[in-house]
């Protein structure tokens, strides 16, 4: 079992910068390959960025690849998703996730991932 807590989300204007981080429980952290995902109104949850067990292998939506950076401590039990050069188009409620039972070539579908986080709202200013 693992539960996840998402922080550092907010109100931004567009071309600035927000941190997320997400905040694992239990002791098998680094079993799990970690992704972030993200919902707007009206519209389905999409995939944003995954990072591998070991943190040695990333993978970016296109829409987000250039401007976001996803990285995690093992040791700290946590994931972090960095975003610049943010956009309108950026707000939703962003979501991490994490899933061991599918392997790291599936990673972009929430059907990849087993535990969620209850959100966090980012907002972006035009």
């Known amino acids: 079992q693992v539960q996840l807590v998402e922080s550092g989300g907010g109100l931004v204007q567009a071309g600035g910068s927000l941190r997320l981080s997400c905040a694992a429980s239990?002791?098998?952290?680094?079993?799990?390959?970690m992704g972030w995902f993200r919902q707007a109104p009206g519209k389905e949850r999409e995939f944003v960025a995954a990072i591998s067990w070991s943190g040695d292998s990333t993978y970016y939506a296109d829409s987000v690849k250039g401007r976001f950076t996803i990285s995690r401590a093992n040791a700290k039990n946590t994931v972090y998703l960095q975003m610049s050069s943010l956009k309108p188009e950026d707000t939703a409620v962003y979501y991490c996730a994490a899933g061991r039972v599918t392997g790291w070539l599936s990673r972009t579908s929430v059907d990849d991932y087993t535990y969620w986080g209850q959100g966090t709202q980012v907002t972006v200013s035009s």
């Open positions: 239990g002791r098998t952290f680094s079993y799990y390959k």
